[in-house]
């Protein structure tokens, strides 16, 4: 195992009606004049929007609110909240929505608190002083509720890029797991392939005897498996939700990532796509794991064996551990299939002609020197034949 | 699942050296004046007490010690630590040890800053305010380096018991896998049986649908496993001393304990055992765990099943569940005397002549009102049969 630091400082309040503790928790983590930051018409059409607030105003806190996110946040709304901030003297940053809404406030945060562009961030520097901010949680996907990590497009070129530090942690989010079950399917779908992604790109290392990290990360992929079909047949079913939910957030604050090299090649192919054709990412991603698993899975047959027999049940072939490993990765195409993901190209919306487009983007883009590093190193040859698997 | 809150704001500094770094992160944390709490003479022999002392030293940090503390450690010494404490005007507490001495460390730290007597907490008293404490792990076992768990023995009747806060959550931990490799065979396996207590105390649960708990616990189970025997097999295989060490931390800092009632009547019953004997605490769990589950397993077969199957890899016996229920307890029992732990009282070193005696201050002691509750509510007929199971 590899030397690191944890640090998981979000306090997290979980379960039914917990969104009317959000003015007490915001009270608690010093807040006093809050930007209020959501999506769209739902949030306000449930009613959400105005219990947070009545939460808020039992504690007299004053708020300014700026709704509009949209899935695969932009560059622009973030520097529109920057300025409300500062005009309005925001202390705490209260993210009300999903991982979109979340990761915009976790720009905001740290842009108000800094002299540049916080475009800065997201071409590489560290984040390490923000806003404080706390998250209501709407969508068990991208597990910003309890990470360090913001991503977000640059509008001039369509670059969709991730920033981090401890700093952009939550000081609390709350997690109420009834909140998502007015989500449409599709999006539903979309979350349990994120969260899965989040396990894989981590299972995908090159660092040996990490029989700890690989378990927790397998159990939260056999969560997964159990209740996401679960939740698909039975959309109110709570409970479903719930272990979902959890699992979302476990598989991504890296308690189970610790100590191990990571893969994100995935998430880096992916992220082409959803800025060009504004996919949701987990829809993306369904679409990228299987292609981008195959082509690099010769790396460490066992790996991929590993999670085939652990995770989805398969028979190892002990003469032909290839066979079991692509076993797996079939599994994992045919299971995201069964709960409404696209399986290629065609049924994401992408199209073959513009893959040199997202090639150049990718792996030229914002700096980059023509390489992917992950579990193996692609350059844009490999990239070219993954997103050609993919049509 | 449940409603709840998590909360496990402790920066964990994990791997080879990182003891070098106490006196860095004491900075970091606020401490100027610190109380060095160590145990005996093996933190001093082994030179780690210098090592942690000379990183105080080059941040400019003052500092006084207090060793002594021994396994199932005492209201005495705790007093003796908040004397000292208030006279020589200390502002952080650095434990550096095994479980016992961080729970002493926590014991000071609540009783430093507390009017009354610090016993006050170990009779039900929630810790809402303590001095702020980091700790240097020597040994794989309590989990008290990520826990808000304190565990105290009364000399006063000799009563032990436990105490609970986030206020006496470490601030750091940090966590050397190389600094456990010197321990003797017994303590390692005592404190690998400690964690799989731990697991089996939050596995135990009348709350239905936690699958994402369930995958978590037995995902540290098999981990445990699979290095338990390696590490006493070759105790300084750094690699599995690893693997432990953070399933340990993982095991009792209640991220996969969430949501779901537990158990702990196995600690309840062992702890009159390690206070009347003073064996090791995981000695004696090894002998109290099978017969606490062989006792109870009636109330649940299909848990016990599941954890059979799941963790214990037994065949499941569809039309007779309790066979592969009891197959799994001894699968359990048989691992924890295979590692080297004892299969009864007489291994142990306890007296069935005792029982009485045992049960009195069990059921009755310290306020309690005549049963145990958890996983199933036992009263004094029940525990004087679980002990006679363990003569």
Sequence with gaps: MDNFTFYSP??????????????????????????????GKSAKSSGLLDRVEMSLDKEGISYVSLGGVKPNPRSGLVYEGIELCKKEKVDFILAVGGGSVIDSAKAIAAGVVYDGDFWDFYSGKLIEEALPLGTVLTIAAAGSEGSPDSVITKEEGMFKRGAT???????????????????????????????????????????????????LIEALLLTMRHEGPRVIADPNNYEARANIMWAGMMAHNNAVGVGRSQDWTSHDIEHE????????????????????????????????????????????DFDHPEVTAREGIEALRNFLISIGMPRNFKELGAREEDIPKLVEVLCRGNGRNGTLNGFVTLNEDDCTKIYRMMV
């Design 165 to 215: 530090g401890n700093a952009i942690r939550p000081k609390f989010s709350i997690l109420n797991p009834a909140l998502t079950q007015s989500l449409p399917p599709h999006q539903t779908a979309a979350g349990i392939t994120d969260i899965m992604a989040h396990l894989y790109e981590r299972y995908l290392t090159n660092t040996k005897e990490v029989e700890v990290t690989d378990r």
């Design 10 to 39: 979000t306090f997290f309040v979980f379960g039914k009606e917990t969104e009317n503790q959000a003015g007490e928790y915001v009270k608690r983590f010093g807040g006093s004049r809050v930007l209020v930051h959501y999506g």
């Design 273 to 316: 796509l959803s800025a060009l054709y504004d996919c949701a990412h987990g829809a993306g991603l369904a679409v990228t794991m299987p292609a981008v698993f195959t082509y690099v899975m010769k790396h460490d047959i066992m790996r991929f064996a590993k999670a085939a027999v652990r995770v989805w049940g398969c028979e190892m």
